[in-house]
């Protein structure tokens, strides 16, 4: 009945995994309910270890029982009774009620098939309007980012001869300023392709065709930005060298590679001016409650213990840890060593990154860069992006190299190296 439905209305009937009224609904143990079939799928795939809310993200070393909640299930299935003797008028039709046969979410009105067609007409019309202002304000974007990237690649063409003319015969001095403008050719190419299709959307005058291209609507469309934003300046190109380190460090911002070399340097000038960190000591303040510190805060694992950690906006849902050193410039290097089974991930991050949800996992945002070990198969990953290692390291330590101003971070393997710490 009608006051049957209404005391229902504050109570959520559906679940938020297949957006459907609950079918034989289970809880968790932190109180979210979902269908039965729907979070068994969930956790099927989320592995043997680590179990999570879909809901709340909260963590669960063992899989948790799924009880079913007789309650929800009974007030589901009055729902659906009430639900199919309601019929629901049309709002237009005042004289004499007629059934409605579609409700629209943009104005909330129930139509039924005459009032319908006007509406659609109407409401299409005006929504398209408003996705084409959008599709403008994006061209205005992309046109200024094109006219920025055009004037680099002809400042970049200036140096390239300067240093072609200065290194005849040594062509790997300028190679990355080849690679860096080549680079920029293809954002151009990108730029260009994406002002063609918003444009070709504007002109169009079908309201449906304008409304069902959603590649604009992503909330990263307009970023493009995968090279290095920091101009090339001119340099004293009889300085061989130090062109050379300029023009590394116009390539891509983050660069994250595992190398398979006997000592740490690529290069014999790698170490100059590098802060060396003796101790990588760890914040607990940041420490996830089933993670353990050890005493010397130089250890960290995930044992079966639940740390009951007050809570502080610092501090992590996930099993993870921040250091308490912190870098804002220069270069520097520290080592750290994994263990050789079980899951473990060692990277770099933004203060600001998030602290709970699945946007807090390090690698899984755009505000830091990892390594990552599951059983001895390695990977690197950043903004959800994983990249497999073709080989297996043949030791678990390893050395980190952050060059802040050049953008780059880079991993190194340190089998059969012993490396000295000053």
Known sequence: STSEILCLKNIPLTCSICLSIFTDPVTLPCGHSFCRTCIGNVMDRQGIRVYFCPECEEMFIKKPAL????????????????????????????????????????????????????????TLNEA????????????????????????????????????????????????????????????????????????????????????QEQESDRPDYCDTEDTERHDIEDHDVEDLDLIAETLHSGLARIVTKVTRQPCVPEAPDMLLDVNTASDMLMDVNTAGNHVSVSEDLKTVSVPEIFHRRPK????????????????????????????DFGWWVVGMTYPSIERKGRQSRIGDNNKSWCLENCDNLYSVKHDCKKIWLPHSPSCHRF????????????????????????
């Open 312 to 339: 502080t906006p610092e501090r992590f849902l996930l099993n993870q840890v921040l250091s308490s050193s912190s870098f804002s410039t220069g270069r520097h290097y520290w080592e750290m060593e994994g263990s």
């Open 399 to 422: 050395g980190i190299f952050l060059d802040y101003e050049a953008g780059r971070l880079s991993f190194y393997e340190l089998y059969l190296c012993k490396t000295s710490k000053t």
């Open 67 to 122: 009880k079913r909640n007789q309650s929800l299930s009974n007030i589901t299935e009055s729902f659906r009774s009430a639900e199919k003797r309601i019929v629901i008028p049309c709002a237009y039709c005042i004289q004499s009620p007629v059934p409605a046969v579609k409700t629209c979410l943009h104005c909330e009105a129930s139509l039924c098939k005459n009032h319908l067609r006007a509406h659609s007409k109407s």
């Open 128 to 211: 398209s309007e408003k996705k084409k202002e959008k599709l403008r304000n994006i061209l205005q974007k992309l046109t200024s980012q094109r006219e920025e990237t055009e004037e680099r690649v002809q400042s970049l063409e200036v140096v390239k001869r300067q240093v072609r003319g200065k290194t005849a015969g040594v062509t790997e001095r300028f190679t990355p300023l080849i690679n860096l403008i080549q680079q920029l050719e293809i954002k151009k190419e990108k730029l260009s392709r994406k002002m063609g299709d918003i444009e070709e959307l504007c002109d169009m005058t079908n309201p449906v065709t304008v409304l």
